[in-house]
């Protein structure tokens, strides 16, 4: 009998677990996949190791800070910030056809950008990161309020707002057009107000460091044990059954597979309300270059374009919507040493139906078409790095629904978020992107705040 059963070994669940066995609670995590970190994992292909998922650690604060969510993440699971190796970034940017608009990990750089650009709106942005909620004051319900009407009340240049949306809407944005104005006052703290920071070694650095401490811990990890069904009995998990037939008991289960995804394993799923499956996914496509971008002129380390004054951000009809991306070179941080190979990945929205229904042949010559697709907008917003490319890979809908469990490859989960981490089942909690927390600190506190407020008190 475990304390705690935790259903994947992704940044909440590994966080979660931390947590727990700290306290000596009897903790194993279930893994389906062969492999740890679920989206923000990576892989190794000809040679070269790639991320999946990561762009940047978001609400970076620098060595000494003791406010914001990664100082707490470091103080709950006892880790020093040295450990993080994380290096800030150099500076990205937002770019429409006629405005762009730079930031930095300090926010005075987008204060006086607005200035110069938007000079009736300044005060007004002041007046906006006065409004925004607090992290303590998140994780008590949905607001209900729309952001963008919020948004609105404040910044009257529609240009301006559209920008501001953008990068908080890529990274965080589990529903089409808007948000709650919760979320978006989680995504422009950790964006806007914390900043962007990589450790050299990417992603794997993080996942190492906690799978090793969680299991110094005396942690269990189950890898290549996916849940087949989850067996209820009087309102709670009597039990969790694995896809080879196995059976494990456990006081309290927290999952990170997502809301709807965790729901339909429960033997009373027909009779529970499942909430409305997320729509939104993206593909990204991979470019190694035999030079540093910055010697081509591409400094910046992030940039977020969109190729007209309004900014759509929905499903689109076609495999990707190629209007608008993201643009990152890992390359562009402040590290003490300069990565092996150049690198820029470029990020579009995508629809998951089209891509899922193609056969192997039709799915690898959609990849090459998009592939050229996305390149060749993005290069409209930075310097043309084409002649320098020596490799290349790319991800669709599909490899995230495989990395994640996702229903339609949603990268950001369900549009209806649990903030509260409930679930129907008095002992089945839920952490992750459907809470309500999203990218490498904002899901690892989510794991932390579950096994706090919940599992270390039963």
């Known amino acids: 009998m475990y304390d705690t059963i935790i259903i994947g070994a992704g940044m909440s669940g590994l966080a979660a677990g931390i947590r727990l066995a700290h306290f000596d609670k009897r903790v194993c995590i279930l893994e389906r996949h062969s492999a740890i970190g679920g989206l923000n994992s990576f892989y190794r292909h000809r040679g070269r190791d790639y991320d999946v998922g990561l762009h940047a650690v978001t609400n970076y604060t620098p060595k000494g800070a003791r406010r914001g969510p990664l100082a707490k993440l470091l103080r709950q699971?006892?880790?020093?910030?040295?450990?993080?190796?994380?290096?800030?970034?150099?500076?990205?940017?937002?770019?429409?056809p006629d405005v762009e608009l730079k930031f930095s990990n300090d926010f005075e750089l987008l204060v006086s950008e607005v200035a110069q650009k938007f000079p009736k709106q300044k005060d007004n942005l002041r007046?906006?990161?006065?409004?925004?909620?607090?992290?303590?004051?998140?994780?008590?319900?949905?607001?209900?309020?729309?952001?963008?009407?919020?948004?609105?009340?404040?910044?009257?240049?529609?240009?301006?707002?559209?920008?501001?949306?953008?990068?908080?809407?890529?990274?965080?944005?589990?529903?089409?057009?808007?948000?709650?104005?919760?979320?978006?006052?989680?995504?422009?703290?950790?964006?806007?107000?914390?900043?962007?920071?990589?450790?050299?070694?990417?992603?794997?650095?993080?996942?190492?460091?906690?799978?090793?401490?969680f299991k110094e811990l005396g942690g269990?990890?189950?890898?290549?044990?996916?849940?087949?069904?989850?067996?209820?009995?009087?309102?709670a998990v009597e039990k969790v059954v694995l896809a080879n037939g196995s059976e494990l008991q456990a006081r309290r289960v927290l999952s990170s597979a997502g809301l709807p995804e965790t729901l339909r394993l429960c033997d009373d799923c027909p009779n529970v309300e499942s909430p409305e499956v997320g729509r939104l996914s993206f593909v990204e496509s991979i470019s190694v270059l035999d030079v540093q971008p910055c010697s081509l002129g591409h400094d910046r380390t992030i940039v977020f374009y969109n190729d007209s004054d309004e900014f759509h951000y929905e499903k689109p009809n076609e495999p990707a919507d190629v209007r608008s991306g993201v643009i990152c070179s890992p390359n562009n941080f402040v590290y003490g040493q300069p990565l092996a190979d150049g690198v820029v990945r470029i990020t579009s929205l995508a629809n998951f139906d089209r891509w899922a229904k193609l056969d192997s042949e039709a799915y690898r010559r959609a990849k090459l078409h998009w592939y050229d697709n996305l390149v060749a907008s993005a290069v409209r917003f930075v310097p043309d790095f084409r002649d320098s490319v020596i490799d290349t890979d790319?991800?669709?809908?599909?490899?995230?629904?495989?990395?994640?469990?996702?229903?339609?490859?949603?990268?950001?989960?369900?549009?209806?978020?649990?903030?509260?981490?409930?679930?129907h089942l008095k002992n089945l909690y839920i952490c992750g992107t459907d809470q309500g927390f999203v990218g490498i600190i904002g899901t690892s506190i989510s794991g932390i705040g579950v096994a706090n407020r919940y599992l270390l008190k039963m």
């Open 77 to 96: 699971l006892r880790l020093a910030w040295d450990e993080w190796s994380l290096a800030p970034q150099v500076g990205s940017s937002i770019a429409f």
């Open 127 to 213: 007046r906006l990161v006065a409004e925004l909620t607090d992290y303590d004051q998140l994780g008590t319900g949905d607001t209900g309020r729309s952001a963008r009407e919020v948004v609105g009340s404040f910044i009257k240049d529609r240009l301006l707002m559209e920008m501001i949306f953008c990068p908080l809407l890529f990274y965080g944005g589990s529903k089409e057009h808007d948000m709650d104005f919760g979320q978006f006052s989680i995504m422009f703290r950790s964006i806007f107000l914390e900043g962007l920071a990589r450790p050299l070694d990417g992603v794997r650095l993080i996942l190492k460091l906690l799978i090793r401490k």
């Open 220 to 235: 269990e990890l189950r890898l290549r044990a996916g849940v087949d069904r989850i067996a209820v009995k009087d309102g």
């Open 394 to 423: 790319m991800f669709t809908p599909t490899t995230i629904r495989r990395y994640t469990g996702h229903h339609s490859g949603a990268v950001y989960g369900t549009a209806k978020k649990r903030y509260d981490g409930t679930t």
